[in-house]
């Protein structure tokens, strides 16, 4: 099985950055594209930023960055503002082990609320 754990999410001020990881373990053969998606209340889930393999991207005020030796994205998001708020996803196509074949993956979820 493989799982996506995320972390670094909060309450932050108008302005203010975090850094939010993400983590994939289990039976994974290789990584493909890795990402994050956001879902603020009575919205749709949208696509923040992707990262196909390794390397960095900057979307404005974001940033995402892997480290393929860990398994791990990040994102990296600086001068919040309240509409940032909402629940952020990390998603991630995996091959697996055993299947060997690209299946997507989701993580459990991280709130980020930006408020003074």
């Known amino acids: 099985q493989v799982q996506l754990v995320e972390s670094g999410g909060g309450l932050v001020q108008p302005g203010g950055s975090l850094r939010l990881s993400c983590t994939a373990s289990g039976s994974i053969f290789s990584i493909n594209a890795m990402g994050w998606y956001r879902q603020a209340p009575g919205k749709e889930r949208e696509l923040v930023a992707r990262?196909?393999s390794g390397g960095t991207t900057v979307k404005g005020r974001f940033t995402i960055s892997r480290d393929n030796a860990k398994n791990t994205v990040y994102l990296q998001m600086n001068s919040l503002k309240p509409e940032d708020t909402a629940v952020y996803y990390c998603?991630?196509?995996?091959?697996?082990?055993?299947?060997?074949?690209?299946?997507?993956?989701w993580g459990q979820g991280t709130q980020v609320t930006v408020s003074s």
């Open positions: 998603n991630a196509e995996i091959i697996t082990s055993t299947l060997r074949v690209g299946v997507e993956y």
């Open positions: 990262v196909p």
